[in-house]
C-alpha cells in the first residue's frame, strides 16, 4: 500500500475552507509541541490559542480585515499585486482630518445634519484619495511599466512620512498635553456606539456580554463590512470591470484581442482596491483611531500588511474573505495572550504564524490534488 | 512487427458534470508500430494518452507494460517506462536557450557537469538523431517548428522506446509534418513505438502501421493502416454525421460594392525586426470571401495582427469599412464589428481559466458597465448548440474541454460576434473534419446571408479553394493575385506558395 498524488479532474466542494480550518488545527498542534520545549504544557498552550478564537477582541480586527481584504481582492484578481494598503489607509486619513478638524469642526452651535455630512464626505473623500494613491502605482505599472509590487511598497514608507510631515506641521493638535499627535476627533463625527453592561459575576457570561458589546460598539463597522464585501461581490458578478480584472488575471492578451484597453484596467484595478481600502480606512479612523500619533510607523497596527495574509489565505476566494480575516485576527490575538500568560515572547507568536502558514502553504496543492491511497 | 508491448485495459474516466471521457477502452501498443490514435473532436483521444503519460488517473482500468500490470501516476513514471509525450503547445522555457531546457531533463549528467560538455552531447545526439538545432539559441527565438523539434530531441535523450504526439504535428506546415513523419518512420524501424493522435484522416492512412478510432469515449475499432479506407474510417469516427463531410466548392457570394477591409501599401514589422508584411494591397467586399494561402511564417500572422490593431504598421494605410484605422489600436476595429479568428487561439482568442459565459461577455458586452447575464447565456446556449461544443455547461471553465472545443468555442464566438468583417487565421485547425465542414459553412453563409467581408488566411489549400471567392498568395511579406478560384490552378499556387 502507498500513497499517490494524482491531479484534480473535478473541484472539491468544500476543500478551500477545510484548508483553512486543517492548517489551523496541524498549526496549533505543532506549536504546542515545540512548546513542551520551553516547558509549556501542551493543553494550555491550545487553551489560550483556542480562548483566542473567541474573545471580542476579534470582531475590530476582522471587521477590518474583512473590508481590507476585499479591496486587495480587486487588485489580486487581476494579478495586480497591491501590497500597499498600508499607505492607502494612512493616506485616506488625511483629508478626514483636515475635514473633522480644520474644515467643518464641530460646536456646539453646528446644525445637527453637518454630523451626518461630514461623516459621509469623510468616507467619500478618503475613497478618493486611496483610489488616487492606488492609482499612482497603476498608472507606473499600466503606462510605463514598473512593477507595481515594490512601487506601492515603497508608498507605504512614502505615506508614513507625509502622515509624519503633516503632524509636525498643519496637523499638530493644539490640545495634546506635550504629545506629538492631532487633536482627537470631535465626537460628534465618531462612528461608534458605546454601550455600558453590568458584569454579572458569571465568567462565561460576562464573556458572551462583552462579545455583544464589541458587535454593538462596531455596529457601523458591521454595516461597512456587509457593504464593502457586497460591492466586491457585485463588481466581480455583475460590472464589465470586475469580469476585465478576472481577464486579466488570467489572460491579458485575449483582454486586448477583444478590444478592452489593458492598461485601464490595471489602473482602474488598482483605484479600485484603493478606494475601497480608503472607505476602511474612514471606518477606521472614525471609529477607532480617532487621531494620528507621530510617528506614525511606530503607531500602525500593520493592518495594510495583515490584509496581504488576508486575501493570500483565502484563495482569492471573496466568500472565504471573512474566514480568512477572522483567522488571521484570532492568530494575532493568540500571539498577545500566549504572551500574556507566559508562553514565550514575540518568538511564540510567530511560531505559531509560522506553523500555520508553512501548513497552508504545504495544503494548498489539495485544491489541484488529491491524495490517494492505492495497493 | 512485434508483439504488444503496452495494454491499455478497460480504461474509464470521467470528469467534471459527468462527461465521460472514456468509457472502458482496451488498445495495445505495439514495438515498432506507428499507431494513429483517430476521433472527432472530445472523443477521448487526448485523455488516454494522458492516462498512459501519467498525466490523469484512470477511474478504472489497468495498464500493463512488457505484460506486468503497472501504475503509472505521473510523467516521471511514464519516463521511467521509456514513455514520453509531445504535446501540441511546446514545453519550454522561452527564456532560457535549448541546451538549459534539455538539460533540466537529463539524468546522466549531475549538478557541477559543465554546460558546454551538456551541449556538446547534445550536438552530438542531435545529429545521430537527424534533429538539425542550435544548442545555444535561446527558446524564443525559435519558431514553433523548431521547439517541436527540440521536443523530439528531448524524448529522443530520455530514450522513449514510445513516443505520444498528443496533437503535436497539428500546427506544423504540410512540409515540415513530412519531415516528422519521416523521422517517427526511421524511430519505429529502429524498434520505437509511435501514438499519433489527428483527426486528419488521410495523414493517418499514409503514416499508421494500425488506426485506432475512438467515439464518444469508446473505441469503435482497430483497423490496418495498409488496408484501411477513408470512408470506412470516417463512418467509424463520425458515424451518420459523416454524411456532412464535404470538400465541394461551397456556392460562390455575389460581392456587394462596398470594400470593408482594404489596405494600401502595408508594411508591417516583425518579431525580429523584420519587415514581415512588404508593401500589400489588399480589398475585400463586403459579402466576399477572400483567402490567403501561403505556408507559415511568410507574414499572415503579421498581416492579420496589423488588421486587427493588435499590431503596429510602420507604413501604409489599413482601412475597415471606409474608416482609417491605422494604428488605432483593436478597440476601434472591434467597434466596427470584427470578428477575429487568431492563429493563436489560446493566447488572443479565448481566455482558458474562465468560463464560456465570460468569455462571451467580455466581448459581447464590451460597452456596457454592467453585464447582462441573461442575454450573455442565451448567446453562449445558441452557440453550444448550433455548433455542438461538448460543455457541461456555459458556466463551465474553458479549460475543462478538448482541444477541438476550445478551437470550436473561439470560432463560433467571433463568427456570430461579425457584423461587419472576420479575420479568420486558420479557424479550422485543430477540428476533425464534420466541424470543420460545419465551420466553413457557417463563415460562408455569413457572408452571403450578412454580407460580412471575410478574410481567411489558411495553410489548408483545400479550405481556400472550397471556401473563397477570390485567392491570393502571400510569400515572403508578399501579396500575390487574386485570382478567381476556378481559373487558378492548384498547381500555380502552389508554386507561388514556395518560390
Known amino acids: ?375 | 512487427m512485434s508483439d504488444e508491448y503496452i495494454v491499455l485495459k478497460e480504461i474509464s474516466k470521467r470528469f467534471a458534470g459527468g462527461v465521460v471521457a472514456l468509457d472502458k477502452v482496451t488498445i495495445d501498443i505495439r514495438m515498432g508500430e506507428v499507431l494513429a490514435l483517430l476521433g472527432e473532436n472530445g472523443a477521448g483521444k487526448s485523455t488516454l494518452i494522458k492516462i498512459l503519460y501519467g498525466v490523469y488517473s484512470a477511474d478504472e482500468g489497468s495498464i500493463y507494460i512488457n505484460g506486468r500490470r503497472v501504475d503509472v501516476h505521473s510523467p516521471t513514471e511514464a519516463i521511467k517506462y521509456g514513455i514520453v509525450m509531445v504535446s501540441q503547445h511546446p514545453q519550454l522555457i522561452d527564456t532560457l536557450s535549448v541546451v538549459e531546457n534539455l538539460a533540466l531533463g537529463l539524468r546522466n549528467f549531475n549538478a557541477f557537469t559543465s554546460i558546454r560538455k551538456i551541449s556538446s552531447f547534445i550536438l552530438e545526439k542531435s545529429r545521430e538523431f537527424g534533429v538539425k538545432v542550435d544548442p545555444w539559441e535561446k527558446v524564443w527565438r525559435l519558431t514553433y517548428t523548431q521547439k517541436q523539434l527540440v521536443e523530439i530531441l528531448r524524448a529522443m535523450l530520455l530514450k522513449a522506446r514510445v513516443i505520444l504526439l498528443d496533437e503535436a504535428l497539428t500546427y506544423l506546415p504540410l512540409e515540415e509534418k513530412k519531415k516528422f513523419y519521416k523521422f517517427i518512420k526511421e524511430f519505429t524501424a529502429k524498434g520505437g513505438s509511435t501514438v499519433v493522435i489527428t483527426h486528419k484522416i488521410p495523414e493517418a492512412l499514409d503514416v499508421a502501421d494500425r488506426i485506432a478510432v475512438l467515439r464518444r469515449g469508446r473505441l469503435v475499432g482497430i483497423v490496418e493502416g495498409t488496408s484501411a479506407r477513408i470512408e470506412d474510417v470516417r463512418r467509424m469516427m463520425f458515424g451518420e454525421s459523416a454524411a456532412e463531410i464535404t470538400y465541394e466548392k461551397l456556392p460562390a457570394s455575389q460581392p456587394g460594392g462596398r470594400v470593408v477591409i482594404e489596405t494600401q501599401d502595408l508594411w508591417v514589422t516583425g518579431d525580429f525586426g523584420e519587415d514581415a508584411v512588404r508593401g500589400v494591397d489588399l480589398r475585400v467586399r463586403e459579402g466576399e470571401v477572400v483567402g490567403i494561402a501561403g505556408i507559415v511564417g511568410n507574414g499572415q500572422r503579421e498581416l492579420t495582427q496589423a488588421l486587427m490593431g493588435l499590431r503596429k504598421a510602420s507604413r501604409g494605410r489599413i482601412l475597415i469599412d471606409g474608416r482609417n484605422v491605422t494604428n488605432r489600436g483593436i478597440h476601434e476595429v472591434r467597434e466596427v464589428g470584427v470578428g477575429y479568428i487568431p492563429d493563436s487561439p489560446l493566447a488572443l482568442g479565448i481566455s482558458i481559466d474562465n468560463s464560456m459565459a465570460e468569455n462571451i461577455a467580455a466581448l459581447y458586452q464590451r460597452k456596457s458597465a454592467l453585464i447582462n447575464w441573461s442575454e450573455v447565456y442565451k448567446v453562449a446556449s445558441s452557440l453550444i448548440e448550433t455548433y455542438r461544443i461538448v460543455i457541461p455547461g456555459a458556466d463551465s471553465l474553458i479549460k475543462v474541454l478538448s482541444g477541438g472545443n476550445i478551437m470550436k468555442a473561439v470560432v463560433s464566438k467571433e463568427i456570430n460576434y461579425c457584423k461587419k468583417a472576420l479575420i479568420a487565421h486558420n479557424p479550422t485547425r485543430a477540428l476533425d473534419e464534420v466541424s470543420a465542414a460545419m465551420v466553413r459553412r457557417s463563415i460562408k453563409e455569413k457572408a452571403i446571408n450578412n454580407g460580412v467581408a471575410v478574410l481567411l488566411v489558411s495553410e489548408d489549400l483545400d479550405e481556400i479553394y472550397q471556401v473563397s471567392d477570390s485567392i491570393h498568395v502571400m510569400n515572403s511579406g508578399k501579396l500575390y493575385g487574386p485570382f478567381p478560384p476556378d481559373e487558378a490552378e492548384r498547381s500555380k499556387v502552389e508554386h507561388l506558395m514556395v518560390i
Open chain 1, 1 to 375: 500500500m502507498r500513497f499517490i498524488v494524482v491531479r484534480r479532474t473535478k473541484p472539491h466542494q468544500y476543500i478551500k475552507p477545510l484548508i483553512i480550518v486543517l492548517s489551523l488545527l496541524t498549526g496549533m498542534i505543532l506549536v504546542a509541541i515545540l512548546l513542551v520545549l520551553i516547558g509549556a504544557h501542551p493543553v494550555t498552550t491550545l487553551v489560550t490559542i483556542a480562548y483566542s478564537f473567541i474573545t471580542p477582541q476579534v470582531v475590530k480586527d476582522m471587521l477590518l480585515l474583512t473590508m481590507l481584504g476585499c479591496a486587495l481582492l480587486i487588485s489580486f484578481k487581476g494579478a495586480v499585486w497591491n501590497v500597499g494598503a498600508e499607505g492607502q489607509l494612512y493616506v485616506a486619513i488625511i483629508p478626514i482630518v483636515w475635514i473633522t478638524l480644520y474644515a467643518v469642526p464641530w460646536s456646539a452651535s453646528s446644525p445637527p445634519h453637518q454630523q451626518v455630512l461630514v461623516i459621509l464626505a469623510s468616507i467619500t473623500v478618503a475613497a478618493l484619495f486611496g483610489a488616487a494613491w492606488g492609482a499612482i502605482a497603476g498608472a507606473l505599472r499600466a503606462y510605463v511599466g514598473i512593477d507595481e509590487v515594490p512601487v506601492t511598497l515603497i508608498m507605504n514608507y512614502v505615506a508614513y512620512y507625509l502622515v509624519n510631515l503633516l503632524i509636525l506641521g498643519p496637523f499638530r493638535g493644539r490640545y495634546v498635553y506635550g504629545y506629538i499627535r492631532t487633536d482627537d476627533l470631535p465626537d460628534a463625527y465618531k462612528l461608534s456606539i458605546n454601550i455600558v453592561m453590568q458584569r454579572t459575576g458569571n465568567a462565561f457570561l460576562d464573556g458572551f456580554l462583552e462579545f455583544i458589546r464589541a458587535i454593538v460598539y462596531y455596529a457601523y463597522w458591521v454595516l461597512a463590512a456587509i457593504l464593502v464585501a457586497l460591492l466586491t461581490w457585485v463588481v466581480f458578478n455583475y460590472t464589465s470591470i470586475g469580469l476585465r480584472i478576472k481577464i486579466l488575471g488570467s489572460n491579458p492578451e485575449f483582454l486586448k484581442a477583444v478590444g478592452v484597453d489593458a492598461r485601464k484596467t490595471i489602473l482602474t484595478a488598482l483605484a479600485l482596491s484603493g478606494s475601497l481600502v480608503g472607505i476602511a480606512s474612514a471606518i477606521y479612523y472614525l471609529g477607532d483611531l480617532t487621531r494620528l500619533t507621530y510617528p506614525i510607523q511606530s503607531q500602525t497596527a500593520s493592518y495594510g500588511y495583515l490584509a496581504i495574509l488576508v486575501a493570500w489565505l483565502s484563495m482569492l476566494e471573496l466568500p472565504l474573505i471573512p474566514l480568512s480575516a477572522y483567522v488571521v485576527s484570532s492568530l494575532r490575538n493568540a500571539g498577545r495572550n500566549m504572551q500574556i500568560f507566559g508562553l514565550g515572547g514575540l518568538e511564540s507568536t510567530l511560531i505559531l504564524l509560522g506553523s500555520i502558514l508553512l501548513t497552508y502553504s504545504t495544503l494548498r496543492f489539495l485544491t489541484e490534488y488529491e491524495v490517494r491511497v492505492v495497493k
